[in-house]
């Protein structure tokens, strides 16, 4: 590594650092607001690398889309109890969902799915789609990654809760799938929908069901070349079996430092995502929405 490489490497983990500091006050003075209420839930799955920062996710979602919603965070298993009690305390109430009541869950509702229960046990992705699926049923949810954050107005989202009838995605900067489209093409009979990234998803109500999931699942596992993307391609195939809309670009997926000046939210992504996430984030989120909220319960 050059000399340069090293300063740079080493300013980056400096200003993460910083970042992760700031968390902490952003966190805290950005508790959930009295926005109107939607019955529509949120999944977000967490690990014990991404459960402090699905803190600011879940806020800033809320303070941009002018929505409470129903917040379900899934433990894949690495959560401590400290994480659990500072996800549970700064969003007063969100239903956590531990690993053990996930898996007990996921024996009986998938009982007659061994395909899917037997790649739930070997890929943790799959967690944050088969779990969701098995609490919120038929109804429509929203999925969303831990490392996405919202910085502008959502209206999308927002008026999506009030009509939660259209499978909106996020569009990758290239396309990830367990195996290659003609691949999936000649398997299924149908076509996935183009570059999805499940970072940030709406599901309407019916998009999934146990043998719907069972049915790609098991077709796909045989010679998977890249069984990490199986929840990617999952929902893909899902939205290419359902009308399905691409987010605007300003839902923005970026392996640049900064996003973009018009960005809505930002998916971080990328070997140094953690380091651009807490660089980023709550400082811009402490000025955009905790400063604001504080002021708002000071008037």
């Known amino acids: 590594m050059s000399a340069l490489a090293s300063i740079r490497s080493l300013a ?4 993460a650092a910083c970042g992760k500091n700031i968390l902490l006050p952003a966190a805290t003075l950005g508790r959930r607001r009295n926005f109107p209420e939607t019955d529509t839930p949120v999944h977000i799955l967490v690990s014990s690398k991404t459960a402090p920062m699905c803190v600011l996710a879940a806020q800033s979602l809320e303070w941009f889309s002018r929505r409470r919603w129903r917040l379900f965070v899934h433990d894949d298993g690495s959560v401590r109890p400290d994480q659990r009690r500072f996800i549970e305390d700064r969003l007063p109430g969100c239903r956590f969902v531990p690993r ?40 429509p949810w929203l999925l969303m990654d831990a490392d996405v954050l919202f910085y502008k107005s959502a209206e999308e989202l927002a008026a999506w809760a009030t009509n939660p009838d259209t499978f909106f995605y996020m569009v990758d900067t290239k396309e990830s799938y367990a195996h290659p489209r003609s691949s999936l093409i000649a398997r299924l009979g149908l076509a996935p929908a183009e570059r999805l990234n499940a970072g940030l998803c709406s599901l309407p109500a019916g998009t999934l069901d146990p043998e719907f999931c069972e049915r790609v699942l098991s077709t796909l596992e045989e010679a998977c070349p890249h069984p990490m993307f199986l929840d990617q391609t999952l929902l893909a195939v899902a939205a290419g079996r359902d009308p399905s809309r691409p987010l605007p670009a300003t839902y923005e997926i970026t392996w640049a430092m900064w996003r973009s000046a018009g960005a809505i939210c930002r998916h971080y992504v990328g070997a140094f995502k953690e380091d651009l996430l807490y660089i980023e984030g709550p400082p811009a989120l402490l000025v955009k929405m905790t400063l604001p909220a504080l002021r708002s319960r000071l008037n």
């Open 12 to 15: 980056r983990r400096w200003l």
């Open 100 to 139: 053990p009541e996930a898996d007990a869950r996921a024996e009986e509702g998938l009982a007659a799915c061994p395909a899917s229960r037997r790649l739930r046990a070997r890929h943790n992705y799959l967690l944050k789609i088969l779990d969701p699926m098995l609490i919120s049923g038929a109804g």
